[in-house]
């Protein structure tokens, strides 16, 4: 058992106190973890858009203070009670979604007062507080400072293709959006053995990057007046056999299913659209046997399947490396945002321990 089990631990953390301001690292207190609840030391931490987002305060009524973070790899520092598959030491990721369905929220306060949770995680802390169904055991010689950002947004675009769009070898494939999910969405395309990966962007910069993941055309939108649904059918005789959108777009959904072949086509929907965004297509579209699916998480069950997507990185079968473009410490946290918000760079790791 840890020294410091049962105990309250005081910690630094990256707390949000207002929409879109700097985050302030300072000390806050972790509760215990009660039944069922592990709490994890955070070695590694990365920044996902859906933080940006939340921070901005686009995706619901403010809520601050607040911790973000939900992409992360640690250590179990202490178990609740109940908990039999998890024990102190173990090399854990912490996702978002769990497979329990009864998930509890991290508990943060300081000087007494209650601090926000976010997404159950709360991984922009140096300990936290997560319900064991949502902790996923790893492979212990596993570098936690990689794959840690297969916690949210790598699995999401790799699952999208390798689990839901399912494309077979030598066939071809279009990806809507190429930021870290697109790209993830490429690489299991890459994977998989497709002859032929169309990466779909408005900005031309992005392309070159994307080669790395076995993105072989490009498609620009804004260099086209045209559906480009009709431009992809236009390069590829009639459509692509895959599709997978990762923008939330809802234009780009609609060209993702258009864009597909009939007869085999199917369409994978993975961005989030606005709440208000309607999907519109000729029912003829579906009569044609094109096929329409969406996922959350890329189908991963996270603490039966994210083990072996690390085996995956382990094998050299999938390359995390690239995702990779930038580097910081704790104290530096506010950089990450700054990346995200002009665009630069794919994953920025986080070390909470330099």
């Known amino acids: 058992m840890s020294s410091t089990a049962g105990l309250i631990l005081t910690c630094k953390a990256a707390v949000a106190w207002e929409a879109g301001k ?17 709490r994890i030391k955070i070695k590694y931490t990365s920044l996902c858009r859906t933080d940006l987002y939340f921070w901005e305060s686009k995706g619901q009524t403010p809520l601050f203070p607040r911790i973000f973070g ?45 601090v926000n949770h976010f997404l159950g995680t709360s991984t922009f802390s140096e ?9 996923a055991k790893i492979n212990p010689l596993a570098p936690l400072d990689k794959v840690c950002i297969l916690s949210c947004g790598v699995s999401t675009g790799l699952g ?13 494939v279009a990806v809507f959006g190429l930021g870290a999910v697109g790209l993830a969405a490429a690489e299991g395309a890459r994977i998989a053995g497709a002859s032929r990966i169309i990466g779909v962007d408005r900005s031309s910069k992005r392309f070159e990057e994307a080669k790395k993941f076995g993105v072989t055309d490009f498609v620009n939108t804004s260099e086209h007046d045209r559906p480009i649904q009709e431009v992809i059918a236009e390069m590829t005789n009639g459509g692509v056999d895959r599709s997978v959108e990762c923008t939330g777009n809802i234009d780009n959904m609609i060209s993702a299913f258009e864009c597909v072949h009939d ?18 297509t000729k029912p003829i579209n579906v009569l ?30 999938l390359e995390l490396e690239k995702f990779i ?23 920025c790791i986080i070390s909470m321990e330099d």
Not at 22 to 38: N, R, S, T
Not at 70 to 99: C, I, N, R
Not at 293 to 303: C, D, M, S, V
């Open 22 to 38: 700097p985050l302030i690292i300072q000390d806050v207190e972790v509760a215990p973890p009660q039944a069922m609840e592990v």
């Open 160 to 172: 999208a293709t390798l689990n839901v769009a399912k494309p077979e070898r030598g066939s071809s």
């Open 263 to 280: 007869g085999w086509g199917v369409a994978v929907l993975v961005g989030v659209p606005s709440k208000d965004a309607v999907f519109m």
């Open 325 to 347: 473009t930038h580097r910081i410490p704790f104290s530096e946290i506010n950089k990450a945002f700054e990346y995200m918000v002009k665009g630069e760079g794919l994953r």
């Open 70 to 114: 939900h992409e992360a790899a640690g250590v179990v520092e202490s178990v609740g009670e109940g908990v039999s598959d998890l024990e102190v030491g173990d090399h854990v990721l912490p996702v978002f979604t769990g497979e329990c369905g009864d998930c509890r929220h991290c508990r943060f306060s300081i000087n007494g007062e209650p």
């Open 288 to 317: 044609n046997e094109r096929t329409l699916k969406g996922t959350f998480f890329g189908n991963y069950k996270p603490r039966t399947d994210l083990p072996s997507v690390v085996d995956m990185y382990m094998n050299k079968q």
């Open 127 to 135: 300990y936290t507080v997560v319900h064991s169904g949502c902790v």
